[in-house]
């Protein structure tokens, strides 16, 4: 059993910063890239940033040098650092990561519950 748990969303005004967490836990043998995704109301889910297990990272163009991933693989933890967040970036945030449970099982994909992110202008 995976679970992976997002926490640190809230609502902060524009020009302000956020700092998610989302921690895995259970049957983690190995847990290969994590990533943020992010789905705003009447919107698609969409990609906002990813990080590999050795560390590099990829961003959606809307948040390339305002927001950073990062990960500390000892603790089975992804960060994402949001700063001078935009009304725009409202949206119910969810942690994704590709993990093998074990050394026999294949990696699938699992999801956070998500945490909710209100930029208000």
């Known amino acids: 059993q995976v679970q992976l748990v997002e926490s640190g969303g809230g609502l902060v005004q524009s020009g302000g910063s956020l700092r998610l967490s989302c921690a895995a836990s259970?049957?983690?043998?190995?847990?290969?890239?994590m990533a943020w995704y992010r789905q705003a109301p009447g919107k698609q889910r969409e990609m906002v940033a990813t990080i590999t297990r050795g560390g590099t990272t990829n961003y959606a163009d809307s948040v390339k040098g305002r927001f950073t991933i990062s990960r500390e693989n000892a603790k089975n933890t992804v960060y994402l650092q949001m700063n001078s967040l935009k009304p725009e970036d409202t949206a119910v945030y969810y942690c994704h990561a590709n993990i093998a449970p074990d050394s026999a099982t294949p990696y699938r994909a699992y999801w956070g519950q998500g945490t909710q992110v209100t930029v208000s202008s």
């Open positions: 259970g049957s983690t043998f190995r847990i290969y890239t």
